[in-house]
């Protein structure tokens, strides 16, 4: 049986090699992804997002747990462009999830800035797209911080959930930093710490002030992750979003948007990596410096000259 059978008939060894192909992009990845493209658009994706340490990986085991208790299947991705480290070690050791691990209804993947040679939002989106074909009803990508990777990550999950914590800074920080713009759902974890109140009052108000244009409300769930305080309201208020997302005209109009991402973000890659490794390498770059450099031509008369003999 090929992998991509193996894959079909539900096995997780082939989920799993199929996961490397995507993150050590051989030549064959791209063809393996549109033969599983059919099967995705099945999974509600959910992307958790915060500052380290927020609790997140806290939410996310137990949301698992909750999924699990229902009788349904998650798969799990804990991103970290920090880490150079890949492939599940990591992420076994920042959140004990060991009980879950063994779970043949879970599958769990974390993914770090090595081996995904192709940029880590695009191969963790297509991480995501192959547990989506493989039949993963939930998806959970935790993600860290909020740098470009991050933004990318939440445009390509259905929902975004930002966990803050008091000590995180204010309500201010999180608009500074982008994550009104991205956030579906907002945790205030720590809510056994001081100031956490604050920051949801805070939260609610700005999320007043969104919702009169944008004409939707958003929650503030409030949690204490370690103790399971809140996150049955929480996993309440993810479900509500897929819900709503189904309504109407909403689903095909999101599902129009991550068809419009997948092929912006694969094209982007895809011109990328023939600039760096066939157009312009390094050796012919450094030539053209030099001749700038010693005042023969200039960067923009040479970048039209390069863009007019592409094919
Ligand atoms: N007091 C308190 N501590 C919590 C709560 N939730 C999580 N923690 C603790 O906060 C620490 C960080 O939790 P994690 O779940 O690893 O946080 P994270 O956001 O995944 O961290 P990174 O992945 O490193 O960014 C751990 O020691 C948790 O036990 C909570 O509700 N209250
Ligand atoms: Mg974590």
Redesign the pocket.
């Known amino acids: 049986m090929s992998i991509l059978d193996k894959f079909k008939s539900g096995d997780p060894v082939a989920l799993a090699r199929i996961i490397s192909h995507i993150e050590n992009r051989g030549p064959e990845t791209e063809k393996i992804l549109a033969e599983i493209y059919p099967k995705t658009g099945r999974a509600h994706t959910v992307g958790i997002t ?12 137990k949301l698992c747990a909750l999924y699990l208790e229902r009788g349904q299947t998650v798969g799990i991705i ?1 991103v ?1 462009p920090s880490s150079p480290f890949t492939g599940g070690a990591l992420l076994g050791d ?2 004990r999830m060991q009980d879950l691990a063994v779970n043949p209804n879970v599958f769990i993947r974390s993914m770090a800035t090595r081996g995904s040679t192709g940029g880590l939002a695009l191969a963790t989106t297509e991480v995501i797209r192959a547990l989506d074909a493989f039949g993963k009803e939930f998806i959970l990508v ?1 993600t ?2 909020v740098g470009q990777v991050e933004l990318d990550v939440a445009e390509a999950c259905d929902t975004t959930v930002v ?1 803050l ?1 008091p000590e995180s800074g204010d309500s201010i920080q999180a608009m500074k930093a982008g994550l009104m713009e991205i956030a579906d759902i907002f945790v205030v ?5 001081e100031g956490a109140q604050r920051l949801v009052s805070e939260l609610n108000m700005m999320v007043d002030v969104k919702r009169d244009k944008a004409g939707r409300d958003l929650p503030v769930v409030s ?5 399971n ?1 809140g996150v049955a309201e929480l996993l309440t208020k993810i479900d509500a979003e897929y819900e709503r997302l189904k309504v109407g005209d909403n689903f095909k109009q999101h599902r129009k948007k991550m068809i419009r991402y997948d092929i912006i973000k694969t094209i982007e890659h895809r011109f990328k990596s023939r600039l760096l490794d066939e157009i312009l390498p390094n050796e012919k770059l450094d030539q053209f410096v030099e001749k700038i450099y010693a005042g023969q031509g200039n960067p923009y008369d040479l970048a039209q000259k390069i863009i007019d003999n592409l094919k």
Not at 189 to 193: E, I, V
């Open positions: 915060g500052p380290p340490g927020a609790g997140k990986s806290t939410i996310v085991d804990a970290d920042r959140i935790e860290v911080g966990v914590v974890n720590k809510a056994d710490r949690t204490q992750a370690t103790n305080g």
